[in-house]
């Protein structure tokens, strides 16, 4: 929580402040100290994507004092259907280049630090002890539990936000008195199993819903007003325009929080998450599915080999791109097993290589011996192989 | 009762956001469910047979961890259960 509560050590507003910040000096619940208190206030964002765009515009437009950015990512063209402080012109660019631009044209007054960097073990503490909250807009298990870590470590409230497809979290975690992440989740998933939104889709305008929840928070925190996410944990159905609120506690045995802590550093997150770097003879093998490459596929095929191919994507994707695959659309497959041979091998593939990597360990789960995962899928093809091939 | 599906899990349901079962307590409502949906079992169990740590269980809006009967508390028709997994997204 912010360390300044005497009035008297807030700054003071400007002539420009008070024009800028005016529908906020009417509110009750803001007003001059309220203000003061924004300016202030010091907030990390990790992540200048998809809920970083929202927030940290939100916070710059708020008048929160220092904002600081933490990306190390570049900009690409499938980013701007939802990472909204990002434009077109910056496509190639550093995002935290594009995004102190673009915040720093919002509201001049803020000081806008950067982190270029990858928030790690390493860094994290040094980075996040000069910050009075952290609004996590990461898109990975690892960090998310990372920062998780250090905010409880650090004694920084962490404003939680999470998308997949069409459905958000949001919540406040590493508050003294309520439950953090790992009270939650206190074991992250298989890696593979969830989706990135690269691998499973994201709807545009989710990061930008939920993004603004956690701007709102942030907010209520510094301001002291409200009814904060402590100890409440916010489900977004965008789909179906539905808001459900499940209760969080606190958990005394949570290895970070509790009572009595045995996570008292920051760890391997790579490993707790059971992400293993690949050993050199393993490097074909993932989750213990064999990888084929685009090219691979195209030599035996050119050999006259009849390949089983089961394209395991939506059929609005096939209608875009195909490479002859037989279509048996993911959710599908359980259903549809006596269609896919069990005496041959059978190569899967989807558009990334990322959801027929879990259709065949699904089937290899389901007794098939012979699967082997198309590495890259279309977009790999069109890449490598045939660029007439449409990517999408 | 109604379970609902998180999307992560819906390729095992064939693509259903909610089941519909019938049972008398929790436990026997996720039993009921996998018998459903057979490999929904090895995501939200462990090979012991313990609900995975990454997957959270509420009855209607309460954690079912923290409940004093925790998977043997009684359900009715009208309540319902939601496994709530780990998102990450934020990108």
């Known amino acids: 929580m912010p360390t300044i509560t005497e009035s008297t050590a807030l700054p003071e507003l400007s002539t420009d402040d008070l024009s800028r910040y005016s529908r906020h000096l009417i509110l009750p619940e803001v007003g001059m100290e309220g203000q003061r208190r924004l300016k202030a206030a010091r907030v990390l964002c990790v992540g200048t994507g998809g809920l970083g765009s929202p927030l940290a515009l939100y916070l710059t437009a708020a008048g929160i004092g220092t904002l600081g950015l933490v990306d190390f990512d570049v ?10 402080i990002h434009s077109t012109k910056d496509i190639g660019r ?8 673009k915040l720093s044209a919002l509201n001049p007054a803020i000081d806008i630090v950067k982190h270029e960097t990858m928030l790690s073990s390493a860094n994290a503490l040094e980075i996040m002890k000069d910050y009075d909250i952290v609004a996590d807009g990461t898109d990975n298990f690892p960090t998310r539990y990372l920062v998780n870590d250090a905010c409880v470590l650090l004694g920084i409230p962490n404003v939680y936000g999470s998308i997949f497809r069409f459905e958000g979290q949001a919540s406040v975690f590493a508050t003294k008195a309520g439950p953090c992440y790992r009270c939650l989740y206190p074991e992250p998933p298989p890696p593979g199993l969830v989706p990135s939104c690269a691998e499973g889709g994201v709807l545009g305008i989710l990061p930008g819903l939920v993004g603004v929840i956690q701007a709102t928070e942030v907010i209520k925190l510094i301001l002291g007003k409200g009814d904060s996410l402590v100890g409440r944990l916010l489900l977004v159905d965008a789909l179906n325009m539905r808001f459900r609120e ?4 606190k958990n005394p045995e949570c290895p970070v929080c509790g009572t009595n802590p045995t996570v008292t550093a920051l760890i391997d997150y790579e490993h707790f998450c059971g992400i293993v770097p690949g050993t050199p003879q393993e490097k074909n093998l993932k989750n ?11 030599a035996r095929r050119d050999a006259g080999e009849d390949v089983f191919l089961l394209d395991v994507r939506e059929p609005y994707e096939f209608q875009i791109a195909q490479i002859g695959g037989k279509l ?5 497959v359980p259903q549809r097993l006596t269609e896919i041979p069990r005496d041959r091998e059978v190569v899967v593939h989807c558009r990334s290589g990322a959801r027929s990597q879990r259709i065949a360990e699904f089937l290899k789960q389901s007794g098939y011996t012979q699967v082997v995962n198309l590495a890259g899928g279309i977009l790999a093809w069109s890449d490598e192989v045939d660029p007439s091939v449409q990517k999408y | 009762m109604i379970i609902y599906i998180p999307t992560p899990l819906r390729v095992y349901t064939g693509g259903k956001d909610s089941v519909e079962v019938e049972a008398p307590t929790v436990a026997q409502a996720l039993e009921a469910l996998t018998q459903a949906h057979g490999d929904l079992r090895k995501h939200l169990f462990t090979p012991e047979g313990k609900l995975r740590a990454f997957v959270n269980l509420y009855l209607n809006d309460e954690d079912v961890r923290y409940l004093p009967a925790r998977e043997a508390s009684v359900v009715t028709a009208s309540d319902t259960l939601s496994i709530i997994p780990s998102i990450a997204g934020g990108c």
């Open chain 1, 288 to 298: 213990g599915i064999p990888q084929i490459t685009v090219k691979e596929l195209k």
């Open chain 1, 94 to 101: 550093k995002k935290i280049d594009s995004a102190e631009e």
């Open chain 1, 75 to 84: 900009v690409d063209s499938s980013n701007l259907q939802r990472q909204i």
């Open chain 1, 328 to 332: 048996i659309p993911q959710n599908d």
């Open chain 1, 246 to 249: 499940l209760k969080l506690r």
